[in-house]
Each structure stands twice: as structure tokens, then as C-alpha cells.
T-cell receptor, first 113, second 114 residues
């Protein structure tokens, strides 16, 4: 699976949008971008994933650049409960050894009051 | 519906002892995964089950670690002769099918080996 690069930490004011970047310049054409987050002392929580089109669900939006070498996770109105480590992962969705999720160190997002 | 559950939530043991960690996947999920997370690191893959069989155990660090899933639902991760370096959070995840399906994680078991 392709390697991802994320900033170590970010801060965001409560109520504002949080934009978390991820670089995945070696992504292959059949690899999806997944985002998980991990709130302190909890297991990772699935947020969203996409291939090349932008995606939105009740939690977040995922914007993938046209060349697919980077993406941004957007939390439109961050709350204190969104403080967590956010992981960007790329993974093939069919065939091969694609069941493994390869986590990096992620981005620690701190939402401030 | 109910998510992935893991028991115990915390386990303290002494070096050299045997421990068992249990995972109850989401009902109907055929795939089950174990990961281990050391302090300050992201989770690392240990083993993947599809049904009752271990499809990939390449992440198990050594032969002290073993996992079973005899009826294709509940899984137990077993660690023999525990060492202090085994201290970590052990995470279980399940997915509806196998390859490519979204994995949903449990809260983890925090293992401390004294």
C-alpha cells in the first residue's frame, strides 16, 4: 500500500471548519483513500473513504485532488469531541493483500474552545 | 446495532504468565482482524480471519502469539509467556466480507505486563 504523509498536529477553533491534509503521491490507480480517527483511549473510528470523486457523509467531506496525489478531510463545524488523532490510509479495495490497514502516526487535531 | 466488543478492557499480568483476549465481532461479519497499538504509534496488523480460518497471520510477532476463531464469530488472541514488551493496546476489527470491506474497530484491550 502507498505511504501517506500527514502533519503531526493541527489546531482548530470550535465551530470552525477543520481541514486535515494528506499526501499520497505514490498512490496507485486502484487504491482508495480511507480516513479513520482515534479519540483518546478508544478504538479507531471509520470516517469516510473515496477513490477519485469527492465524498460527503454525516461526519465529514473528503476532497481528493484530480491527480489523486493528495486529499483533504474536512470537518465542517468542529466540536471539542472531534479532538482526536486522524489517520489517512490508502488501500486497494479488491484483490491482493488489501485487508491490512497500514496506519502511520496520523495528525493530532486539537479543537479549542 | 451493537459494535465490536472486546474483553477485558484492561488486563494486568506478570511477566511469564499466559493471557487470553476476547473479541466479539459485529453480528454477521465474516472477516475479523487483530491489531496491536504501542504507545504513540498507529495500530499494526497482527492476523486476519475469514470465517474460521486464519487467512494471514504474518503480523504475529513470534510463536508466543496465537489466535483462534473456532465457530467463525468470537475470536481469542492468546499470548504465552508474556514479556514486558507485549504491553500494548490490542485492537480487534471486523468487516462484513473480506477484502476491501470497511473495518470497524472495537475499543481495545489494554494489556500491561509487569
Amino acid at each position: 500500500d502507498a505511504k501517506t504523509t500527514q502533519p503531526t498536529s493541527m489546531d482548530c477553533a470550535e465551530g470552525r471548519a477543520a481541514n486535515l491534509p494528506c499526501n499520497h503521491s505514490t498512490i496507485s490507480g486502484n487504491e482508495y483513500v480511507y480516513w479513520y480517527r482515534q479519540i483518546h483511549s478508544q478504538g479507531p473510528q471509520y470516517i469516510i473513504h473515496g477513490l477519485k470523486n469527492n465524498e460527503t457523509n454525516e461526519m465529514a467531506s473528503l476532497i481528493i485532488t484530480e491527480d489523486r496525489k493528495s486529499s483533504t478531510l474536512i470537518l465542517p463545524h468542529a466540536t471539542l469531541r472531534d479532538t482526536a488523532v486522524y489517520y489517512c490510509i490508502v488501500r486497494v479495495d479488491s484483490g491482493g493483500s488489501n485487508y491490512k490497514l497500514t496506519f502511520g502516526k496520523g495528525t493530532l487535531l486539537t479543537v479549542n474552545p | 446495532g451493537a459494535g465490536v466488543s472486546q474483553t477485558p478492557s484492561n488486563k494486568v499480568t506478570e511477566k511469564g504468565k499466559y493471557v487470553e483476549l476476547r473479541c466479539d465481532p459485529i453480528s454477521g461479519h465474516t472477516a475479523l482482524y487483530w491489531y496491536r497499538q504501542s504507545l504513540g504509534q498507529g495500530p499494526e496488523f497482527l492476523i486476519y480471519f475469514q470465517g474460521t480460518g486464519a487467512a494471514d497471520d504474518s503480523g504475529l510477532p513470534n510463536d508466543r502469539f496465537f489466535a483462534v476463531r473456532p465457530e467463525g464469530s468470537v475470536s481469542t488472541l492468546k499470548i504465552q509467556r508474556t514479556e514486558r514488551g507485549d504491553s500494548a493496546v490490542y485492537l480487534c476489527a471486523s468487516s462484513r466480507g473480506g477484502k476491501g470491506e470497511t473495518q470497524y474497530f472495537g475499543p481495545g484491550t489494554r494489556l500491561l505486563v509487569l
